[in-house]
C-alpha cells in the first residue's frame, strides 16, 4: 500500500475521534469505538458484492428448505469468507435511511450488529462494543460516527473507487489493512502508556526476533508453515512474522508457502483485535483462542514449526496457580521436566518458577511444542523476549533454575541477545531474546552465543511512555549477521590511559557447561556446652512454640492454671489478640489443654531431678553430659520419649565454639563396607574426613558429628572445574573445589556429598564486565583546579555586576 494513501486513512480515522468523541470519551478511550467500527467498516466493504448471494440464500434456506437454523457453510460459501451478516442491513443503509429518531437508529444499528456470524459476534463482544452504543446514542453522535466511517472520499474496500469528485481512490488491501490496523493500535497505545507495553511489542524488537527466527533457516522452510504466539496481544508478532515470510520483495525466496498462524490471549479487547485482524488477513480466526495461556492448553498435541513471545514479566500468576499446582503436585505436564539428580538418577521435576513471575512458564508452554525431530527433521525455532529475572533468579532446585537446566542440558538454547533500556512502553528495564532451536546446526552443538546489543540503539525524538529508544534498520542487521556468523569477540584490555573501547555491541560464545553448578553443602560440627540450672530448668515449664503466652499465664494466675485453665480461657484469647500472637489451630489447641501443661510441668519436674543428681557442673563436652544424664534417667527409673529427652538437653545446652564436638554415630566401616562408600564417594580413605568420616580411635571406627544449621553453608562449584582432572559424578571438581577454597579456612568442615543440587544461572554483567582502572590523580586534580579557575572567574563577574548596580 502506498505510504500516502495509508498515511491519509490513518489521519482521516484518528480524526473521526477527534470530531465525534471529543465531548463524549476521555481521550485514551477514543479506542473503544474507532477500533470495532475500524473493523465492521471493513468487514461491511468485504461483504457489499456478496450481500444480495447472502440474502438470497437466507431466503432459499428459510422459505425453500424451511431451515430452522441457518446453515453457515452455505452462508459463507455465499459470502466468499468466512464470515457474513444476514440481516437487512449495511452500514451505507444504516446512513442512507437514518431519520431524527435516534432510538431506531439505535435498533438498526443493533439488528445490523446482531445479523452477523458468530465468529464476528465474538469479535464485537470483546471489544463490548454494545456497551457504547447507549452511550453514543445519548450524546447523539452515533450517526456522526457511521457518517464519517461511511465517507465516500476514503475507500475501506480492497477494490479501487472514485470518490464524488471523480478522483480515484485505491483499495486497500489486506496488508494495507494489517499496516493501518497495527498503526492505529500503537497511536492508541501512545495514548495509554501505562497499558501499551503489557499488549504491545515495538514493530523494531519483533523485526529482530523475526530475523533471528527465520533468516537461519530461510533456504529450508517447509511448504505449510506453522507460527505460534501463546501470549499474542493484537497479533503484531504473527502478522509480522507472516509479512516477513510473503514479501517477495524480502530476505526469503519462499512466497509460495502456505503460512498458518495460531495465538492464544488472555485480554479480551486485545483478543478481538488479533481474531479481527486473523479474519481481515484472510487468515482463520479459529485459530486464535480466548483464554490464559498458563491455565489451560488450547492446543495440546500440536506441534509448531516456529514459536514466538514478548509473556508476561514480572506478574504473578497466582490466579492460575490452582490449573498448574495442587499442593505440591504438579498438574500439567508442560511443567513437569526430566532431570537427573547428581548421582545420575532420573526423575520427573518441578518447572514452575514463583507465582509472582510468570514468564518462564509461556517459555516452557512453547518448548512443550516443539515438533520432535523423529517426526519433523527440521525441529522447531523459538524466540521469546523476558527480563533479566529468566536468566538468574533461583537456586539450584528451584523451579526457575530447573527450566534453565532443561533447556540447556538438552541443548537447544541457541543465543540470547541484551537489548537496550527504555525500548518498552512501560518498562525501562533491561530486556533479553532468547533464541531457542531443537535442530541446532553442527557448529552450533554444545554452544550458547551470548550478543550484549544494549548500547544499540538510536535516540527518539519523543519519548513514548518509557520507551526512547529504538533500533535502525542497520542495528538489527548487525545483529542478525553476528548471530548468523556466530561471532567471538574476545574482551578487549584497557588502554595505557586506563581508557575502555567499548564496541557498540559484543558477541560471545560459551559452552554449555559454562552456565551450570553444582550447589554444595558444606557442614561444620555441632559444639556445645551444658549446664543444669534453675533459670533453665524452669523453661521447661512451657512448650517453646508456646512460651511467650505461657509464661505470661502462669506469671498471672502461678500454680492455679493447671487447675482452672478453662476459667482463663477468654483472658488468655484477649492477650494474644492484644499482642498480636499468631498460633496455628495445633499450637492454640494445645495451649488451651490441660494435659499440655501437665506434661510440660513433669518434664521440668523430671530436669530438677536430674540437676540434683548431676549437679549444676558445667560440661564442655557434651557427649559425656548426655552419656551422664541418659545413666541417670536409668537410675531414677524415669523413662522419656525422644522428644522430651531432646527438649531438656535444649532446654541445658548452648553452642560454644570451644567445646567438644557433638558425636552423632560411629561407623565400623572396613572391608567391603568402606570399599563400597569409597566407591560412592569417588575418592580414597584419606580423604574421608572431607565428607564427613572422621577417623575414631580404634581400627576400622569412623565418626559423623552432628551438624550445627547455624554454621552451614553452600558453596557454587562450577560444572566445569577442574574439568582436565575431572571422575564421573563430579565429584573430583567438588572435592578438588573443596580443597582449593574451603578447608585452608575452615578445618572442621566437610561436604554433605548427598545433598548436592544441580543448577544453572546466565550472569550476562559477569560475562561482559570490563573493569576501568581509576583515572591518574594528576588528570583529577587538574580537572579541579580548572573548576576552580572557572569558579572564581564567575563569582568574579557575579561581584562586579553587584557592584555596577
Known amino acids: 500500500m502506498d505510504s500516502a494513501v495509508h498515511s491519509k486513512l490513518i489521519s482521516f480515522i484518528w480524526s473521526i475521534a477527534d470530531d465525534c468523541l471529543r465531548d463524549v470519551y476521555v481521550r485514551g478511550k477514543y479506542r473503544d469505538v474507532i477500533l470495532p467500527m475500524f473493523v465492521l467498516r471493513r468487514l461491511d466493504c468485504l461483504l457489499e458484492a456478496t450481500k444480495d448471494a447472502v440474502t438470497a440464500e437466507v431466503k432459499f434456506q428459510k422459505e425453500e428448505v424451511k431451515l430452522t437454523e441457518l446453515d453457515s457453510a452455505a452462508l459463507c460459501q455465499a459470502s466468499g469468507y468466512v464470515f457474513y451478516n444476514v440481516s437487512d442491513w449495511t452500514l451505507q443503509k444504516l446512513v442512507d435511511t437514518a431519520s431524527n429518531n435516534r432510538q431506531i437508529l439505535e435498533m438498526n444499528f443493533k439488528a445490523y450488529l446482531d445479523g452477523f456470524s458468530e465468529n464476528v459476534q465474538e469479535i464485537i463482544d470483546s471489544f463490548y462494543l454494545r456497551n457504547q452504543i447507549k452511550r453514543m446514542v445519548d450524546a447523539d453522535v452515533l450517526l456522526d460516527v457511521l457518517q464519517k466511517f461511511t465517507d465516500p472520499h476514503i475507500n475501506f474496500s480492497p477494490d479501487d473507487a472514485l470518490d464524488p469528485e ?95 498462524l495460531y495465538g492464544k490471549e488472555v485480554n479480551s479487547e486485545t483478543y478481538a483485535i488479533c481474531k479481527s485482524d486473523m479474519m481481515i488477513k484472510e487468515n482463520d480466526p479459529a485459530n486464535i483462542k480466548f483464554g490464559s495461556t498458563l491455565a489451560t492448553d488450547e492446543f495440546a498435541g500440536r506441534r509448531f514449526d516456529f514459536m514466538l513471545e514478548n509473556p508476561p514479566y514480572g506478574k504473578s500468576y497466582s490466579a492460575d496457580q490452582k490449573h498448574i499446582l495442587d499442593g505440591k503436585d504438579i498438574l500439567d505436564e508442560r511443567f513437569l521436566v526430566p532431570l537427573k539428580d547428581f548421582w545420575g538418577e532420573e526423575s520427573l521435576e518441578k518447572a514452575t518458577p514463583r507465582s509472582s513471575d510468570g514468564q518462564l512458564l509461556f517459555l516452557m508452554d512453547m518448548v512443550s511444542k516443539m515438533k520432535p525431530l523423529n517426526q519433523s527433521p527440521a525441529g522447531s525455532r523459538i524466540a521469546s523476549v523476558h527480563n533479566g529475572s529468566s536468566l538468574f533468579t533461583g537456586d539450584a532446585g528451584s523451579g526457575e533454575s530447573n527450566i534453565r537446566r532443561y533447556i540447556i542440558e538438552n541443548d537447544w538454547l541457541e543465543a540470547i541477545i541484551q537489548l537496550p533500556q527504555n525500548m518498552f512502553y512501560n518498562t525501562g528495564i533491561s530486556t533479553y531474546v532468547w533464541v531457542l532451536s531443537n535442530n541446532k546446526a553442527l557448529e552450533r552443538k554444545g554452544k550458547v552465543q551470548l550478543i550484549d546489543g544494549s548500547e544499540l540503539y538510536r535516540k527518539l525524538r519523543k519519548n513514548l511512555g518509557a520507551k526512547n529508544c529504538e533500533f535502525a534498520p542497520e542495528h538489527i542487521e548487525k545483529i542478525t549477521h553476528l548471530y548468523l556468523d556466530q561471532v567471538h569477540q574476545p574482551t578487549l584490555p584497557p588502554t595505557d590511559e586506563g581508557e575502555l573501547p567499548p564496541p557498540p555491541i559484543s558477541s560471545k560464545v560459551f559452552d554449555n557447561q559454562d552456565f551450570g553448578f553444582y550447589k554444595v553443602t558444606v557442614e561444620r560440627p555441632l559444639r556445645l556446652s551444658a549446664q543444669f540450672t534453675p533459670e533453665r530448668v524452669a523453661t521447661l515449664r512451657y512448650v517453646p512454640a508456646l512460651a511467650e503466652v505461657m509464661a505470661w499465664a502462669y506469671g498471672e494466675w502461678d500454680d492455679e492454671i493447671y487447675t482452672s485453665l478453662a476459667d482463663h480461657k477468654q483472658k488468655i484469647e484477649d492477650y494474644l489478640e492484644k499482642e498480636e500472637i499468631s498460633l496455628t489451630a495445633k499450637n492454640r489447641k494445645a495451649l488451651f489443654t490441660a494435659k499440655t501443661w501437665e506434661k510440660q510441668r513433669n518434664l521440668m519436674q523430671v530436669a530438677e531431678q536430674l540437676m540434683a543428681s548431676v549437679e549444676q557442673e558445667v560440661w564442655h563436652d557434651f557427649n559425656d553430659f548426655s552419656e551422664l544424664v541418659n545413666e541417670m534417667l536409668k537410675t531414677l527409673d524415669i523413662k522419656l520419649s525422644a522428644s522430651e529427652k531432646k527438649q531438656i538437653f535444649n532446654a541445658v545446652s548452648w553452642r560454644d565454639e570451644t567445646a567438644a564436638r557433638v558425636i552423632k554415630k560411629v561407623h565400623k566401616l572396613k572391608g567391603k563396607k568402606l570399599a563400597e562408600l569409597l566407591e560412592h564417594l569417588g575418592n580414597t580413605e584419606e580423604h574421608l574426613a572431607d565428607f564427613g568420616y572422621w577417623l575414631g580411635e580404634k581400627a576400622g571406627q569412623w565418626i559423623e558429628y552432628e551438624t550445627d544449621s547455624e554454621l552451614r553453608d553452600t558453596e557454587s562449584v562450577p560444572l566445569n572445574y577442574g574439568q582436565a582432572d575431572a571422575l564421573k559424578r563430579g565429584t573430583a571438581q567438588i572435592h578438588g573445589y573443596f580443597l582449593a577454597e574451603v578447608r585452608p579456612h575452615v578445618e572442621d568442615a566437610w561436604i554433605a556429598l548427598d545433598s548436592t543440587k544441580i543448577g544453572y544461572e546466565i550472569n550476562f554483567n559477569k560475562y561482559f564486565y570490563q573493569h576501568k582502572p581509576l583515572r591518574k590523580l594528576e588528570t583529577v586534580v587538574e580537572e579541579i583546579l580548572a573548576l576552580e579557575q572557572k569558579t572564581e572567574g564567575l563569582l568574579k563577574r557575579l561581584v562586579s555586576f553587584g557592584e555596577v548596580g
Not at 209 to 216: A, D, E, V
Not at 218 to 241: F, R
Open 166 to 260: 471523480g478522483r480515484k481512490l485505491p483499495g486497500l488491501s489486506n496488508l494495507g489493512m494489517g499496516y493501518v490496523f497495527e498503526e492505529l493500535i500503537r497511536k492508541f497505545n501512545e495514548e495509554n502508556n501505562e497499558e501499551a507495553g503489557e499488549h504491545f511489542t515495538p514493530r523494531e524488537v519483533i523485526r529482530l526476533m523475526i530475523h533471528l527466527l527465520f533468516m537461519p533457516v530461510k533456504d529450508q522452510l517447509p511448504p505449510v508453515i506453522t507460527i505460534y504466539d501463546g501470549a499474542c496481544g493484537s497479533g503484531g508478532m504473527l502478522t509480522e512474522s507472516q509479512n516477513f515470510i510473503a514479501d517477495p520483495d524480502g530476505a526469503i525466496q519462499h512466497t509460495d508457502a502456505r503460512i498458518i
